[in-house]
Nanobody, 123 residues
Framework: QVQLVESGGGLVQAGGSLRLSCKAS????????MGWFRQAPGKEREFVAA????????NYADSVKGRFTLSRDNAKNTLYLQMNSLKPEDTAVYYC????????????????WGQGTQVTVSS
């Protein structure tokens, strides 16, 4: 059974930082592209960032480029999202996604999803 468990969310002031983690089990993590998506209240789920299995390529949404950094540790089956210079518009539930063959922005390409972790940025 595949499980993706996110952690690291919380409340932070604008301009602050958070680091999200996603621990994977039951998945060929080192062979899977992984991604983060987010969903704000009343809005559709949107792409944040994705990374290839070997971390040779990362793909970011324009809204987070230069502020967020995606990385992975295949030895620990863990995906990380370092979020700096946070803005109130980054407030959302952040979801880890896995099981894709590509570091794609398309949610339909991911087979597995975590339960999400809340990130709230106050102004």
């Amino acid at each position: 059974q595949v499980q993706l468990v996110e952690s690291g969310g919380g409340l932070v002031q604008a301009g602050g930082s958070l680091r999200l983690s996603c621990k994977a089990s039951g998945l060929s993590f080192s062979g899977s592209a992984m991604g983060w998506f987010r969903q704000a209240p009343g809005k559709e789920r949107e792409f944040v960032a994705a990374i290839t299995w070997g971390a040779t390529y990362t793909n970011y949404a324009d809204s987070v480029k230069g502020r967020f950094t995606l990385s992975r540790d295949n030895a620990k089956n863990t995906l990380y999202l370092q979020m700096n210079s946070l803005k109130p518009e980054d407030t959302a539930v952040y979801y880890c996604a896995g099981g894709s063959g590509r570091a794609t922005a398309s949610a339909r390409q991911y087979n597995y999803w975590g339960q999400g972790t809340q990130v709230t940025v106050s102004s």
